[in-house]
């Protein structure tokens, strides 16, 4: 058994091309792979704070020098680090917008 993380960047549920692919693997793991147990992760729909001072600063502070702000600032991302170490398998279907991105001159 392998915990499979599938995290989907895209904005649009309807109308996705990203998510597409996404979901043809995840159909055919779990057809080959029946026991496998998947977690799922909207990282284009759920909201997650903003990376800011205090995040950055919390995380260059030893766990033992964390105060209680510090440890609310680095909270959720601690969490989700401890999650995507948990899993074995990770799927990550982004969008690519303005895909015929071209250099200045």
């Known amino acids: 058994m392998k915990k499979v993380l599938v995290i989907n960047a895209s904005f ?3 109308r996705s091309y990203s998510r597409k692919p996404t979901r043809l ?3 055919n793991r ?3 792979h ?4 998947f977690t799922y992760r909207e990282a284009g729909i759920e909201i997650a704070p903003n990376i800011d001072v ?3 600063a919390a995380a260059f502070i030893k ?4 105060t209680a702000a510090n ?3 680095i909270k959720m991302s601690n969490e989700l680090v401890k999650e995507f170490k948990e899993h074995d398998i990770y799927v990550i279907g982004t969008f690519m917008y303005n895909w015929p991105v071209q250099g200045g001159r």
């Open 34 to 37: 029946p026991e496998d147990v």
């Open 71 to 73: 440890q609310r600032a």
């Open 30 to 32: 779990k057809l080959k």
């Open 54 to 56: 205090h995040r950055i």
């Open 25 to 27: 693997f995840v159909e």
């Open 12 to 14: 649009r549920k309807e």
């Open 63 to 66: 766990r033992a020098g964390r």
